[in-house]
């Protein structure tokens, strides 16, 4: 079991190396958008929220798919026990980010789930990375998956919410409630294309 295993060297260098390509890829896209700000005196990113999963929550995940909350079965299901979250002000620049990722050389792209051409049926937007990142210790290379959302601030600012409802009503959201989401998912939708034609305007009277 997990909980047995959570004192043990094993656990502690898996999280240690969850953690370190963590930092790894946050220093990539903290360069990145700097860049961005030093090339073009604009920043694609408004902020970055990064975190590793804590054991009860890799657990209660395990069991609500339906697996045994082990050691390996952690390592094998949960994807994303390293994971960060890009806020942008545009959709432009989610897909801008997604493609410079996906060109680092040293990173793998394992997997991507696009919910802004594809959203949920509750509405939810943003886009996924699943990527493998390099860790580089004292005498080894070791690879750990992180996973990246990247999503406007209007659909983080849905999704909070839409987090915080499932999590009031144990996943049970009534009717009504789910209803008024899915329409403030349309209307934050609407907001972004706007507000890109906008900026797309305001570019246009640059100095
Ligand atoms: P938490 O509490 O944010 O960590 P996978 O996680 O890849 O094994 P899945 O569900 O196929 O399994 O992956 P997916 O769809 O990429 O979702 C992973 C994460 O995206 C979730 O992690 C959420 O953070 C976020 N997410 C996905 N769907 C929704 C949604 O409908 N609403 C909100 N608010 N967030 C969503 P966790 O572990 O479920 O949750």
């Not at 656990?11 to 360069?31: C, D």
């Not at 030093?38 to 890799?58: A, C, V, W």
């Not at 339906?66 to 994807?79: I, M, R, S």
């Not at 680092?104 to 959203?119: C, E, F, G, H, M």
Request: hydrophobic share 40%; with cysteine; charged share 30%.
């Amino acid at each position: 079991m997990l909980i047995d295993k959570m004192t043990s060297y094993e656990f502690k260098k898996a999280m240690f190396l969850y953690s370190g390509a963590l930092r790894e890829m946050n220093t990539k896209i903290q360069i990145i958008n700097e860049e961005f700000a030093l090339k073009q005196k604009t920043n694609p990113i408004e902020h970055i929220k990064s975190r590793l999963k804590t054991p009860e929550s890799i657990i209660a995940k395990l069991v609500r798919r339906g697996y045994q909350p082990t050691f390996e079965n952690a390592l094998k299901y949960v994807d994303d026990i390293a994971g960060i979250r890009i806020i942008c002000a545009f959709t432009k620049d989610i897909y801008i980010l997604a493609d410079i990722i996906n060109s680092q050389s040293d990173i793998t792209v394992l997997r991507v789930k696009d919910y802004i051409a594809n959203p949920k049926e509750n509405g939810y937007r943003s886009y996924h990375m699943l990527v493998d990142v390099p860790v580089f210790m004292s005498d080894e290379m070791s690879k750990a998956r992180v996973e990246i959302q990247i999503r406007t601030i209007a659909m983080d600012f849905w999704a909070s919410l839409e987090h915080k409802m499932r999590y009031k009503f144990e996943s049970q959201i009534p009717e009504n409630l789910n209803f008024d989401l899915l329409e403030c998912a349309e209307i934050v939708s609407y907001l972004d294309e706007k507000m890109l034609l906008l900026n797309n305007e305001i570019e246009k009277y640059k100095v």
